[in-house]
């Protein structure tokens, strides 16, 4: 049998170990565009300059079972009924297919300019923002952030360059922040809603709800509204999509994730299993959120389910376990643990760096984050820990 798994993230790594146990007998491959794996979650802090390039990437090949075949391809297009993925360097097919590829920047049509906007979703685009962000403080007289996107990676963003103005000197910054609904993060209790609110006004940033971006010349930002912003440094973190096209349309959310039976099976395509934000996995009546966790859960299980199907072996329904999930927000954090207690203040923090600490894969750059998780940025500050029966 030839086995592909497209993406070296968290989901196709843990499958590929999973496969370890029939890689021997059968041809498995892991495919990726870069020869180096990402902790995407730090990806902010990297942007803000708090934390180096090298703490978050590790290569590929040195985590891949011996018996698992690496090699480095940038994929098109995947082509489900004929059985293909094509690259740039030609066409691969397959007996089986794992779908692990994450996710990218979704512009939802927004065209103008794209080479002057900056996006967070990968280590080089967050190389790309903390390098020209340095240089845009340094030749602005009166610089101003605008974040188009107010979910958890647009505020994280807002307060990683806001860190990087201050220690650049610039504290006159302007920062706002647009974001399409009604209200930011319309998911948290209003105990965690007004804690963000209120920490947004306390450091000067503007989060203009109900808006979006009309138009952008490359410098100046025009929005539905009418109100203009010159001279901006404009960061597109309004959501994301599936990473690769697929032909033959498969059932998917309008995101583009691939939705999947118990075991992982991309609906129609029972060939091509689907982890990680590439699937739309259904849980409780809803979709599980893009998150490293359910991607590593999930990786595994398609990962076991695929060995299970080639050896004639009973493959296992999905059953995802949720631990939370939490919002950095540089010198402290808002979160969920276990869907029951809410926290905020600097618990959040450490728990989130001590996740990508665990979730790295070294020695040296997990000890990173964890000496971070101890010691955060600032000192003093206080941790909050509340139960949600009490409100
Ligand atoms: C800024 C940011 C902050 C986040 N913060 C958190 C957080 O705090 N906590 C949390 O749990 N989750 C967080 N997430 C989400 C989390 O990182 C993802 O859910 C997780 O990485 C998904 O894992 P994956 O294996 O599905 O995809 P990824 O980790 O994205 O891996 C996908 C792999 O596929 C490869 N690939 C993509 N396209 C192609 C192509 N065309 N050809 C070849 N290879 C390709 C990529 O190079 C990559 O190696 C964050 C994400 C971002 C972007």
Redesign the pocket.
Known sequence: MKILI???????LAAARELSTISRHHSVTL????DF??M??A??DLAGGKISASALKYPIRKLVPDSVEFKR???SLIDPVKKEVLTQTGTLCYDYLIT????RTDFYGFDQNPDALYT??SLNSAIRMQRDFRHYLKTSAQPGLVICGAG??GL?TAFSLRYLAEMSGCSGMSITMIEAGERILPFLSPWLHGYVTDLLRRRGITVMAGNSVSEFDGRCVTLKTGERIENAFVCWCAGTRR??EISGSPESLKDGRLRTDAYLRVQGYPEVFA????AAIEHNSSFLR????F?IYS?KAVGRNLAATVTGGRMKPFVPIDAG??I?LHETAVGRLFDRYEIRGRLGLRL?YAMCGLRSRSLRNGLKFIKTAVKLFERGGTWHLISKQGF
Do not use: C, M, Q
Not at 31 to 34: E, W
Not at 100 to 103: D, E, F
């Open positions: 497209i993406g070296g993230g968290f989901a196709g495919l990726d565009r870069n794996t990402t995407l979650p990806l902010p391809a940038e994929i692990a590829y994450g996710s967070l979703d958890y990676t994280e990473a690769i982890a990680g934000d590439a893009k998150s490293v966790n991607a990786g999930w939490v950095p989130h």
